[in-house]
């Protein structure tokens, strides 16, 4: 998705640009919440010399981003739902106090989790397509 807006920061080769909001905003996840209908995309590569309050054009890969969200959110919560069911079920099954043993394995499940989510992302650290300017539109005078 490509996206005008203008420069705000300048920071190690990245610059951070405020978008006017638009409808789809809500649903993307690439930007911020910034203020008076603007959303701020932070840490965009900025290859071309952008310079604060210039207008520019961001290729921003939403998608990604809104993948990565989900699974973050959603698989912790997953393994942890199922982790305390199935160990309710074992310590049913052991004469053991379900609810504790469900408790533990759900704990565990949650946990194992994230740590597997940790590892993941730090494979994946390099690959991700980060947000780029692609033309600055206008120098600011």
């Not at 704990?107 to 780029?132: H, M, N, Q, T």
């Amino acid at each position: 998705m490509r996206e005008r807006g203008t420069v705000v920061a300048i920071r190690d080769g990245m610059v951070d640009v405020a978008i006017v909001a638009r409808p789809e905003c809500g649903t993307c996840g690439a930007c911020a919440e910034g203020a008076a209908g603007y959303r701020l995309l932070e840490g965009a590569v900025d290859d071309l010399g952008a310079r604060v309050g210039d207008t520019v054009e961001v290729e921003t890969h939403a998608h990604v981003t809104g993948t990565a969200r989900r699974w973050v959110y959603v698989f912790p919560v997953v393994c942890l739902v199922a982790g305390y069911g199935l160990g309710h079920l074992a310590g049913v099954q052991l004469g053991l106090a379900p609810d504790v043993v469900g408790a533990v394995a759900g704990i565990g499940a949650g946990a194992a989790a994230l740590g597997y989510l940790s590892r993941v992302s730090k494979v994946f650290e390099g690959r991700a397509e980060r947000p780029a300017v692609r033309a600055v539109v206008a120098r600011r005078p």
